[in-house]
């Protein structure tokens, strides 16, 4: 069965740092893997998304991630955060022959630091 | 383009009553998901519809869980009995696509406390 690791449950970060949030994932075959971000009160919003091809994926609001096979990994990265991307932010693997049946980790919680 | 609509946002009930949750996908999207989303936890997928088929239900509750999607457009996600631990937010979502290439848009959710 597919599963998705964030192994930080909560990262603070100054305004203008780097970011990196982690994730790893389970799954036999190549995987569908997906970020999505959650504001407080909000529905989930997909960031970006990884089928196949460049492993170095960019999204929206100036967010990237790249596939690791060797590593099962799919860390989102952003150059400089602002204060307005302080949400939680979740990983998800879809199964390769239903990417709508995917699995999420436990998210991590972002805090920004004026 | 109006978003996926969910109501109502937030719902108390005691434990052993039944509650409903209703979700409006966008217009033309296909593809319905429930999820239940418990505090703490990322989201799990309840059921899936494809116009007003399932396609996997294999983590929907059945001896307490129902959805339906008549005509294929609005959903109903009911819980009778509930139990203390069904607290959480159901999130609903909708894509054009089954295969979710496409991207899952979500609805706000239904925040759901039993007591």
């Known amino acids: 069965a597919q599963s998705v690791t964030q192994p930080d449950i909560h990262i603070t970060v100054s305004e203008g740092a780097s970011l990196e949030l982690r994730c790893n994932y389970s799954?036999?075959?190549?995987?569908?893997l997906f970020w999505y971000v959650q504001s407080p009160g909000q529905g989930l919003q997909l960031l970006l998304k990884y089928f196949s091809g460049d492993t170095l994926v960019q999204g929206i609001k100036g967010f990237e991630a790249e596939f690791k096979r060797s590593q099962s990994s799919f860390n989102l990265r952003k150059p400089s955060v602002h204060w307005s991307d302080a949400a939680e932010y979740f990983c998800a693997v879809g199964d390769n022959t239903n990417a709508g049946k995917s699995t999420f980790g436990d998210g991590t919680t972002l805090t920004v630091k004026p | 383009e109006a978003g996926v609509a969910q109501s109502p946002r937030y719902k108390i009930i005691e434990k052993r009553q039944s509650v409903a949750f209703w979700c409006n996908p966008i217009s033309g999207h296909a593809t319905l998901y429930w999820y239940q989303q418990i505090l703490g936890q990322g989201p799990k997928l309840l059921i899936q519809?494809?116009?007003?088929?399932?396609?996997?239900d294999s983590q929907l509750p059945k001896d307490r869980f129902s959805a339906e999607r008549l005509k294929g457009v609005d959903s109903t996600l009911k819980i009778q009995p509930a139990k203390l631990e069904d607290s959480a937010v159901y999130l609903c979502?909708?894509?054009?696509?089954?295969?979710?290439?496409?991207?899952?848009?979500f609805g706000p959710g239904t925040r759901l406390t039993v007591t």
């Open positions: 519809f494809q116009n007003n088929g399932v396609v996997d």
């Open positions: 979502a909708s894509s054009l696509d089954p295969t979710a290439t496409y991207e899952q848009y």
């Open positions: 799954y036999g075959a190549t995987p569908y």
